[in-house]
Structure formats: structure tokens, C-alpha cells
């Protein structure tokens, strides 16, 4: 007997599963749209815009303060929200899920409150060369504070972290090491385990920014054994504005808080305020409700869809990218580290990234050119930007066709 | 297509290929630099202007298509203009990218810019030339060096 399901590709129903998405359904410049940005950000499935809907129409109230039914009711949606995200990362409570507004607050609230206590002049924070500014700046700008300062881990040609150069950074003034899972320009994966376990050897904690991981593989926060781990909502299917700093319950029990306000205190005079447990400690005023709530549910969409199936699919489709694209004159890689996202940047001999991207648009596909801000990676290249076609489960093989056909028309016109 | 041969007109084309006056000039008056940060493009304009007159103007740098061929016929209508006049050319210049009139007939060969004004996010690239020569003209000019 067949099942539904046997003639699809890799177990997933591509067609029944765009079906969930009703921006798919939209045109662009009158061509149907062929959405190739989804490292900057992902687009929502039916359930998680009926969650935001849902609590606006029927549950819009306050939460952890009100006594009324409607509160009660939000609040328990809320940190029904957060029980979620605990079980998505395998996070070993629900108190190490702190509500932020995305990958970005997440690592600034650590900068801020674990930094504030842990580093002096002469201390390390070790970053890689393939960093997102989020997680450059804030470092540096603690670094000013305290005087502490910034040491790089080379990445090689292919854009693979050079480990033996990561090793010998960890020294005696490490005082953490902060680093990206997953690339946003190369795609690259990098070898977190690994380098967490020598981070630990030496007792240093490990940061990683998350945000282009989470929505391409299982995220074992327990398994990885980080300290802290930091990602947004928008990138994995839910709403934009909210997204999590998960950390170690005993560290964040230790760190002050990050900003001031409501919900964040236990008792407040005008001599001395005590502050409230974690996570409300770091959860100053009225969070971002209907985005948590919406969040909770593209956990429950993605915990649906199953990652083994997403991962197959996925590199199904960045296998056959890039060798598709390789038929393209003049086409360069940028980044061909072993282990890869599907995410994929290049450049063309002769052609600006933003002429690439303009010609592509009136074709209805939207990818990205820039420098997806990480400018000292460019330099590390040798390109002021490069474009970015990055891919999601409600991809299609016929999407990467598009997109091959617009480079063979851009190298046409501009080349 | 139409509206991407708006845009990408040949004049365009030609001048992103083939950009005219990008040399650094062997001596100027004024000199800025241009970077647009979205896209990287950087950009650096010199000048030697003489009694109110643009002599000599060229450029160093790289950036897209519409940036560069905006840079290299931007040099082209100003040289041998005064500079009294750079003001007012930019002005309309500006207003073919994000206005709805007809292009003035001051604008000669750079009416061909008018496909920008479908593409507001590229109006930054056309104009990044003329923003630095504008810098340019506003730094105090110096002795004419050959540095």
C-alpha cells in the first residue's frame, strides 16, 4: 500500500507544507515569489499567525500581575511559551529561558551583567574570525568598560574554523569565549562541541550565537554543555521582536540584573529594591506577549515537521545549488567548509552583489547582498559584499532552478 | 524586462564597464572620500578647481553598476563648470531619482538615471558620487599637491 507521503522528497511534503505559509502564495513584480532570504529572516506558517491572533482576539491582558481571568489565561500561554522553548533546547528548567528581543539582547544582557563582575583589564573574550557584529560590538564595547580585550580564532580559506589556532587563544586571561553555531554568511557549522569541551578543559564558560542554527537542526543545549546559548524567534518561523538567552541556572543566578523595571524586582523602596528570581530578573517590563506566544508555537510547528526530515531536505537542496550554480560564468563561492547550512554566498566576476540582487527581484526572488553585517569576514575575503541565497524546508528544487535561470539573466545584462 | 532595461540603461551599462576619469589625478585641490556602508561601495573624488572652475575631476574607487557609472558621468557634466553651478545640477539630479517630473534638460546624459526612481533602495548608489563631491567642495581647498 502507498502511503501519502512515499512519492515525496526525503519524507517531506513540500507541497502540503508551503500550503502552511500564506505569503508563499503571493506574487512579486508579477512572477510568483521564490523566497531565498531566509537567513535574514524565515516566513510564518498559518499556526503561528493564528497564535499571535488568538491571544490579541481573545487572551490580551498583562501578564504575572493581573488577578482577572484574562491574565490568568496569558500569563499561562506565556510561560506555557517558555516551557516550550525549555524543551526545544533540552534546556534542563524552564527558568534558563529568558525572554529578549532577539540574538542581538541576548548577547549584550551577557556582556552587561555577566561582564560586569568578571572581567579586568588584561582579561580575554575569544570570538572567531566568521562573527555577526552582534557579537563583536557588544564585546568590544566591554572591553572598553573593563579593559579587557578581544582575541580572534582564525577560519581558513573554505571558512572552517582553524581549531589549533582556536586552542592556543585559550589562555590563562580567557575569561570566556563567544562564538557563532552556524555562520550567516558562509553557513559553515562550526565544530561547537569540540570547541566547548577545550573551552571547559581550561574552566572557561562558552556563549554561542544560535541564530542561524535553530532552524535547521536540534539544538541539545544539555548535550552541548554551553553556558549560554543566544537566538531569535524570526529566524525559526516565528514572530519577529522576541527571542532567548538560555544560560545555566547557577550562572544566571549569579549575574545582576540588566535593566530596571517592572517585573524584574521583588520588593522596591527608595533605599534598596531586591531584585526577583531568574528569569524575571532579567525581564524588565511587559515582555513581548503575543510574540512568545507565537514563538511557542513554531516550536510546535518545527517539533511537527521533525528535523531529521528539515536537515535532509535541506541539504538535499543546498547539494543541488551548488552544483547548479556552478554552471553560472564567472561564479564564485564563498565559503566551502565540509559541514554547511543551507545557507550560500557568492560573488560574480565583474557584478556588484546589489546589480545581482535588483535583477533577481524583478524575477520575484529575494536573496540578500551586503555584507550581512559582518564586515571583517568580507575582509578576510577579499570582497566588499558578497549575495547570499539561503534556503528552508518550503524550498523547492524548482526554487533553485529560478534562481539559477536570474544569474544566467543578470550575467546576460550586467556581465 | 522593461522595467530592468529602465534601469540598467546602455549609457549605464557602458559607463559601469567602462568608467570614465577613475585615475588619481597627479595633482588636485580638494579631495573626499565616500563609503556607503550598506553596500560597501567606497568612493574617493578629487578636484582642481581653479578660479570657481571644476579643471580637472576623477575618481578611485568601486561600487555597483549604478554607482559607478553614476560617479564617471557625473565626472564627465562637471568638468569645465563652475562650481556655482554643482548645486543646483545636483538638486535636479536628485529630484530625477526620487521625484515624479519630467527630467530637466539640464540634465543631459544623466536623465538616464531616471529608472532609479522605481528602485528607492538604489538611490543611495546614484547618488554616493555626488554626496562625496559635495564633501569635497566643503573641505578647504589647498595647495595643489601632488601627494
Not at chain 1, 557579537?135 to 579593559?147: F, K, T
Not at chain 1, 569576514?377 to 534562481?403: I, K, Q, W
Amino acid at each position: 500500500m502507498r502511503r501519502a507521503g512515499d512519492s515525496v522528497l526525503n519524507g517531506l511534503d513540500v507541497t502540503k507544507v508551503r500550503r502552511d505559509f500564506p505569503i508563499l502564495r503571493r506574487k512579486v513584480h508579477g512572477k510568483p515569489l521564490v523566497y531565498l532570504d531566509n537567513a535574514a529572516t524565515t516566513q510564518k506558517p498559518e499556526s503561528v499567525l493564528s497564535a499571535l491572533q488568538r491571544y490579541y482576539t481573545a487572551e490580551c491582558s498583562n501578564v504575572h500581575r493581573g488577578l482577572h481571568e484574562l491574565s490568568v489565561t496569558a500569563t499561562a500561554s506565556y510561560e506555557g511559551a517558555r516551557h516550550k522553548i525549555a524543551e526545544f533546547l533540552h534546556a534542563r528548567e524552564a527558568r534558563e529561558i529568558v525572554f529578549v528581543r532577539g540574538t542581538t539582547e541576548a548577547i549584550n544582557l551577557v556582556a552587561h551583567s555577566y561582564g560586569a563582575g568578571h572581567f579586568e583589564a588584561g582579561d580575554e573574550i575569544v570570538i572567531t574570525a566568521m562573527e555577526h557584529h552582534s557579537n563583536i560590538v557588544p564585546w568590544q564595547l566591554l572591553a572598553e568598560r573593563s579593559g579587557a580585550r578581544l582575541r580572534v580564532a582564525p577560519i581558513d580559506d573554505d571558512g572552517e574554523l582553524v581549531l589549533d589556532e582556536y586552542g592556543k587563544l585559550l589562555g590563562p586571561r580567557t575569561r570566556l569565549v563567544s562564538a557563532v553555531h552556524v555562520s550567516n554568511v558562509l553557513g559553515t557549522r562550526n565544530p561547537v562541541k569540540r570547541m566547548i569541551e577545550m573551552a571547559h578543559a581550561k574552566g572557561i564558560p562558552v556563549m554561542l550565537d544560535g541564530a542561524q542554527a535553530v532552524a535547521h537542526e536540534r539544538v541539545d543545549v544539555r548535550d552541548l554543555d554551553c553556558d549560554f546559548y543566544a537566538f531569535s524567534s524570526h529566524k525559526m518561523y516565528g514572530p519577529t521582536g522576541i527571542g532567548v538567552l538560555y544560560g545555566k541556572a547557577e550562572l544566571l543566578e549569579s549575574m545582576p540584573p540588566f535593566q530596571g523595571g517592572g517585573d524584574m524586582i521583588r520588593t522596591v523602596t527608595f533605599e534598596k529594591t531586591t531584585y526577583n528570581d531568574i528569569p524575571f530578573r532579567f525581564e524588565a517590563g511587559t515582555p513581548s506577549i503575543a510574540a512568545a506566544i507565537g514563538f511557542g508555537a513554531a516550536t510546535d510547528y518545527l517539533r511537527a515537521l521533525g528535523f531529521d526530515r528539515i536537515a535532509k531536505h535541506e541539504s538535499d537542496l543546498l547539494h543541488y545549488a551548488t552544483r547548479a550554480i556552478a554552471a553560472v560564468p564567472g561564479l564564485r563561492s564563498i565559503g566551502t567548509a565540509r559541514d554547511r547550512a543551507s545557507v550560500m554566498s557568492f560573488v560574480i566576476d565583474g557584478i556588484h552583489p546589489h546589480d545581482i540582487a535588483t535583477v533577481l527581484d524583478l524575477e520575484g526572488i529575494a536573496i540578500r547582498a551586503g555584507h550581512h553585517c559582518s564586515q571583517p569576514l568580507m575582509e578576510r575575503f577579499g570582497v566588499p559584499a558578497t549575495a547570499r541565497a539561503s534556503f528552508a524546508f518550503y524550498n523547492t528544487r524548482e526554487d533553485v532552478d529560478a534562481l539559477v535561470a536570474g544569474l544566467h539573466k543578470v550575467v546576460e545584462v550586467l556581465g | 524586462m522593461s522595467e530592468l532595461r529602465d534601469l540598467y540603461q546602455e549609457v549605464i551599462l557602458d559607463h559601469s564597464k567602462r568608467p570614465q576619469n577613475r585615475r588619481k589625478p597627479d595633482s588636485f585641490t580638494q579631495k573626499a572620500e565616500g563609503y556607503n556602508p550598506l553596500c560597501g561601495d567606497r568612493v574617493t573624488v578629487y578636484l582642481d578647481v581653479r578660479a570657481g572652475i571644476i579643471e580637472d575631476i576623477a575618481f578611485e574607487g568601486s561600487g555597483c553598476a549604478i554607482s559607478t557609472a553614476s560617479v564617471s558621468m557625473m565626472t564627465q557634466a562637471l568638468r569645465g563648470k563652475p562650481v556655482a553651478e554643482v548645486g543646483k545640477l545636483f538638486e535636479r539630479f536628485h529630484a530625477l531619482l526620487t521625484g515624479d517630473d519630467e527630467p530637466s534638460p539640464d540634465l543631459g546624459k544623466l536623465a538616464a538615471f531616471s529608472g532609479v526612481r522605481e528602485f528607492p533602495v538604489r538611490v543611495k548608489c546614484a547618488t554616493l558620487g555626488w554626496h562625496t563631491l559635495k564633501a569635497a567642495l566643503e573641505s578647504s581647498p589647498r595647495e595643489v599637491t601632488t601627494e
